[in-house]
Structure formats: C-alpha cells, structure tokens
C-alpha cells in the first residue's frame, strides 16, 4: 500500500480512537476499563508503527495526540507494565538527533511532536507513587542533555514552554528525588535536615531557569519566574543550601538586570517582589555584600554615582518599602546612565 494511503488510514483511526478516549475519560472506571479492553489491540498496534513512522512527523504528531489522550483518561487501565512500556518505547526513540531533525528542520509539525512528548512526560511526573520514578533520571537527562542544547539559543518559543513546564513539574511533584528529609534529625533539633540528591541535575535545571531570564521571550520568562516563586511557597526553595549558597544572588543580579534594561517593563512588579523574596532569605548579605558588589559592577555610572545609589537604598525590610527601593534603584541607575552618555567627550563630571 503506498505511503499516502497508509498515512490516510492511520490518521482516520487514531482520530476516531482518540475521540472515543476523549468521551470515556470521565466516566466510571468500569466503563473506562470496558473501554480500554477493547481497544487494547490498537494500542498496541499503534506502538508497534511507531518506531516505523518516527520520521513522519504528521503521522507522529497523530500518535503522540493520541497516546496523550489515553495517558491522562485511561492511564490506570493501560496498568503498568505496559505503560512503562511507551515510555520506554517513546525516549528510545527520541534521541538527540531525531529531537534536532523534528525541531530543527520539521518546522511547527515537527516541534508540535517534540511538544506533545514532553506532555506525555508531565502526565507521568506528576504520577504518585513509586511506580514511574525510575524513569525520572532518563526523563531529566532527555531534558538537559538532549533537548535543552537544542532549543536553549534558538529565538523561537516553540517547545521552550513545554520544556520547562516539565521541568517544574519535575521538581514540584519529585521535590524529595532531590532533597531527602531525614526524621531522626528533625526531631533531635527541631528541624528538617535535608539532604542533597542529584545535585548535578538540579543545578543543571535551576541553570536553566536562569538562562531563560536573559532571554526577549516576556511569556517565558513570566512562566518560569511563576514556576521559581511557586517552588519557593510551597518547598522553600529559596532557602535550600544549594539555591541559597550559590545561586540565590545571582538570580537576583539576573532580575535587576532585566529591571534596568527595561526588557519586561510589564513583569517589573513581579520581577521586584521576586527580588524581595530571594533577598528577604539573606537580607544582611543582600545590603552588605551583594548591593556594593552589584553597584561596583555597574557601568556607565562613577564612583560618586554608585555611592549615591548605594545610600539611597534604604535597609527597609518590608515588601513595599524594599520594592520601592528596588525601583528607586532602577530608575536612578537609568537616569545617571542617560545624563552620562549625553555629555560631551572629555566632560569632567561633577
């Protein structure tokens, strides 16, 4: 049969398939497990095309919507084994080069597949229990080593969202894969002792976050500063040792940054609070070393400019009083930059 007729069969199938899950997913789950008796064959059929078809993204972009549709309506039907089975099926066969052709040259068809994957993978994050966690080292790695390189430079938005959607979720439903609270410590001190796990990939996410604050897209960057905050109330992520020795002050010098050169004029409220709430973890470090260093760091402003900025930024340490120094900051920062370029070369300032 050639390929178009093939083609044809297939997408009329899965559509019908799908719209079938689709209609089954809120009802009982007798119902749903009637339902996916009978189409477990084609399941399973259509599985087995897909390793055959990995290199037509529209034939791939229709499987992926369908098993999409059956992990978040008939995941528990489908029972484990053959679960892990997909995924396992589903990374073998998106490997680096296979994720750069359907990004790179497949255009929208091609990263709607990469798009759809990686929200297969969000469903099986957020699983509970133990039963995906194995897969949870592949996934992260598939992330950051196969799919980050490819899309972290390239000016599109396409797949970024989905990426660090996933990410999040990663983090956010598997917090204890990366810090393991031990009890016996706590109750000896009256604090949860936390210890570090998978450093290596966790630094390599929250990198990743930071990159894309450095990055034009307003609607990333405001999805991911919601990810960090959100991360930040519900497991303290400011205040883990790792974020809070090494990290903290550079994403607040990132997000100064941004308020300075007006990039997300529109996000400046939220990017302001978002300083207050990493600052508010170390607020004697944030005055006494991270504001002189910042400053000193500053071009286009003099000596007696830095020190004027550095008085004016009031010790407050209340959200409303500290954001407004934030802004003062800013502002004056931009001011100063503005009057000094607009001099004369060779002028003495005063």
């Known amino acids: 049969m050639p390929l178009d007729d093939t083609k044809v069969i297939i997408h009329q199938t899965l559509s019908v398939l799908e719209d079938i899950v689709e209609n089954i997913s809120g009802e009982s789950t007798k119902s749903r497990q009637i339902c996916y008796n009978s189409l477990q064959e084609s399941v399973q059929v259509s599985l087995a095309l897909f390793p055959a ?27 484990v084994p053959f679960t892990e089975q997909i995924i396992q099926t589903f990374l073998n066969m998106f490997t680096r080069e296979q994720l750069a052709e359907s990004i790179l040259h497949e255009g929208s068809t091609g990263c709607r597949v990469v798009e759809k994957f990686l929200k297969i993978l969000q469903v099986v994050v957020q699983e509970p229990g ?57 109750v000896q001190r009256g604090i949860a002792e936390e210890q570090m796990e998978n450093e290596p990939q966790f630094s390599a996410i929250m990198q990743a976050f930071g990159q894309s604050f450095l990055q034009p897209d307003i609607h990333l960057f405001k999805q991911n500063l919601f990810y960090l905050e959100t991360l930040n109330t519900k497991q303290k992520l400011y205040h883990k040792k790792i974020f809070r020795t090494s990290m903290l002050f550079q994403f607040v010098n990132v997000l ?9 004029d ?28 910042f400053l000193t760091s500053c071009d286009g402003v003099d000596a007696n400019q830095k020190n004027v900025l550095g008085r004016n930024f009031k010790m407050d340490r209340d959200l409303p009083s500290f954001t407004q120094n934030v802004h003062r900051l800013v502002n004056d920062l931009r001011y100063y930059r503005l009057c000094n370029d607009s001099l004369p070369p060779g002028t003495v300032k005063l």
Request: hydrophobic share 50%; glycine share 2%; aromatic share 14%.
């Open 256 to 264: 100064l940054q941004v308020l300075v050169h007006k990039s997300h």
């Open 130 to 186: 133990q039963v995906f966690k194995p897969f949870l080292p592949s996934i992260i790695a598939l992330c950051m080593e196969q799919v980050y390189p490819i899309i972290a430079e390239r000016p599109s938005p396409d797949v970024k969202a989905e990426l660090f959607e996933l990410l999040f979720r990663t983090l956010h439903h598997n917090w204890r894969y990366f810090f393991k609270s031990t009890v016996l410590a706590s």
């Open 266 to 293: 529109l996000l400046q409220e939220e990017i302001a609070i978002a300083i207050y709430n990493m600052a508010s973890v170390d607020f004697d470090g944030f005055f006494a070393a991270f504001l002189p260093e």
């Open 53 to 79: 078809f990995i290199h037509q993204s529209d034939v791939t972009d229709e499987m992926l919507s369908f098993f999409l549709t059956l992990f978040r309506g008939l995941r528990v039907q489908m029972g």
